[in-house]
């Protein structure tokens, strides 16, 4: 017996729910106990299942469906010694008495069992919108194994028209998937961009990539209802718009929420969202109940504000704190970074702390710089472009990164996360002695590269501009200096750009300050590099300038509906 966080001697503990959460509290209890009696209880059929993997199952990347099956009863009793129950759903919780009613959903029986430590581990369940016609079998959500069973079944049985509702990371990765089965796919999504968990500027990328394998993307566009169809279809969905579109699958990816009723039942503290509020060792308002997982309050590291995370990652972390706080070791949960990564066809998007957005509904102030390096040397063949947003706070404290693109995203947000959890500096980020040879990055990596421009902003060798300073860029109270090639330039600039090219600025200086006739001076190029260069030319000499920060390719992803001069000879194509 060992004396837990609860006071009293642990003999008997209950899971409640498998999965990332409840199936790491499980096995580190066992690790820790070997004469523990642990009972783990799993309504669903699966108590262990990969469900980041079944978007890839339903495109069949994931050939194989046992492999999404990591663990069984068995192979948990074989292994750990664990009394692995699926199908069984706890149904009460009596905390006077310490015990629970257990339903067996095969037999149809109750089962009354005691504990000494109840671990909560119930996870979310997808947000399903009270409208018309949600209840058809054609329109599923995709959380289990068996959800992704039905999904392919659907496409196996002649699907060819599928409506996403949802641009989160579930929606996205389900997009791809039905576009690999060679669906006609719709996106919805009710908030003014895709992606809603980064910056618009940045998701802006993401939905490039999404119109550019033919998904028709709807943004600021919901759901009204499914109805039968018109169109020849297996239904109709019908949009916020009024516009019906035929569907022979639709898939509601619109978020989660916390799977709490029992909790509430039971009277535990619950947040005002709904969710389990727990200590740092990941109690509850109860002594001996602890909880884990989707269903649980959390903090933002940066923001201190409270939500929930529905992160594999944080989970299985919160399921080892618990069983080390029940077996009496001092441990406790960190604030969450919320850190996450998609891939959508050719693109990657990913991000670790708050966004721009959150950190101004928050109120706390703070700066951000974008540019677009190469995942490699340049030199070395196949590099591609990794698009940057990195936040940091006046004192240059990081804040938060995104990244979008090809090869080299995954490692780059991993880094910053570190370096998030590290609270470094935007100075330490500089200082990084990463991993170098030209297949693998670049002596000055990305990593690196985004904090020198941070420095350069917060000491004053760099002011920039961007893309919600356009309308004021364009009324003629500045001069706009385009320093691109000439070349560049007549593909696409803004109106009333003159064009000097970076490399000749020295020489005609004089025509760029007879132009501006005292105005102050805005200068773009395509990333931000050359019209770096150029503001440090113009600075030199006295005149009032700023740089386009991350260059057009981010003001035409921020402000889409930007004016762009071209000849008529060629199309509007950004250099990088």
Not at 5 to 33: H, K, P
Not at 245 to 272: F, K, W
Request: glycine share 10%.
């Amino acid at each position: 017996m060992t004396q837990g966080l609860a006071g009293s001697d642990v003999q008997r503990i209950v899971v409640v729910g498998g999965v990332a959460g409840g199936m790491s509290a499980a096995a580190r209890l066992r690790r820790l106990d070997e004469t523990a009696s642990i009972v783990v209880l799993e309504r669903g059929p699966d108590v262990s299942f990969a469900n980041c993997g079944l978007p890839y199952h339903v495109g069949g990347e994931i050939a194989d469906r046992a492999s999404l099956l990591l663990h069984t009863p068995e192979s948990l009793r074989a292994s750990l010694d664990l009394d692995v129950r699926t199908r069984h759903e706890v149904v009460s919780i009596d905390r006077d008495a310490r015990t629970v009613v257990v339903r067996d959903l095969a037999a149809g029986t109750d089962e009354t069992l005691a504990y000494d430590a109840l671990v909560l581990a119930t996870g979310a369940e997808p947000i399903v919108p009270p409208l018309t016609g949600l209840d058809r079998p054609e329109v599923r959500t995709l959380r289990n194994v068996p959800d992704a069973d039905v999904l392919r079944a659907l496409l196996d049985a002649g699907a060819r028209s599928a409506v996403v509702v949802g641009a989160g990371f579930i929606g996205l990765e389900t997009v791809e998937a039905f576009r690999h089965r060679g669906l006609d796919v719709t996106l919805l999504e009710l908030a003014p961009q895709v992606l809603p968990a980064i910056d618009a500027d940045m998701a802006a990328l993401v939905e490039a990539e999404l119109r550019a394998h033919d998904v028709d993307v709807r943004t600021a566009t919901g759901l009204v209802a499914v109805e039968d169809s018109q169109t020849g279809s297996a239904v109709d969905v019908v949009l916020s718009d009024g516009e019906r579109i035929g569907a022979d699958v639709v898939l509601l990816g619109v978020g989660v929420r916390p799977s709490t009723a029992l909790a509430r039942a039971a009277g535990l503290e619950l947040s005002p969202g709904g969710a389990v509020v727990v200590t740092p060792s990941q109690q509850t308002s109860d002594p001996h109940v602890w909880a884990v997982g989707d269903a649980i309050e959390v903090i933002d590291f940066v923001t201190g504000a409270r939500g929930v995370v529905p992160l594999a990652g944080p989970a299985n972390r919160q399921g080892r704190i618990a069983a080390d706080a029940i077996m009496g070791r001092h441990v406790a949960s960190q604030p969450v970074l919320g850190t996450a990564i998609v891939r959508v066809f050719g693109v990657t998007a990913a991000v670790t702390g708050p966004t721009s957005r959150k950190l101004t509904a928050a109120g706390v102030e703070h700066r951000v710089v974008h540019l677009h390096p190469g995942n490699h040397a340049g030199y070395y063949p196949g590099a591609e472009s990794i698009h940057l947003a990195v936040i940091f706070a006046p004192d240059g404290s990081l804040l938060g990164a995104q990244a979008v693109g090809g090869a080299g995203v995954d490692k780059r947000i991993d880094v910053f996360a570190t370096a998030l959890r590290a609270r470094m500096t935007v100075d330490d980020l500089a200082e990084l002695e990463l991993a170098y040879a030209p297949p693998f990055g670049s002596a000055k990596d990305p990593v690196n590269m985004a904090a020198f421009l941070a420095q350069n902003v917060l000491d004053g060798m760099l002011t920039t501009w961007s893309a919600a300073d356009l309308d004021s860029v364009l009324d003629g109270s500045v001069l706009l200096l385009d320093v691109r090639s000439a070349t560049e330039f007549r593909t696409g600039h803004l109106p009333g750009a003159l064009n000097v090219p970076h490399t000749e600025l020295r020489d005609r200086l004089d025509e760029v300050l007879a132009a501006a006739a005292g105005r102050p001076v805005r200068v773009n190029c395509a990333s931000g590099f050359r019209s770096y260069l150029a503001h440090r030319v113009l600075t030199a000499a006295g005149v009032d300038s700023a740089s386009l920060d991350g260059g057009l390719i981010t003001l035409r992803a921020a402000r889409p509906d930007a004016p762009i001069v071209m000849d008529s000879a060629h199309e509007p194509v950004m250099a990088s």
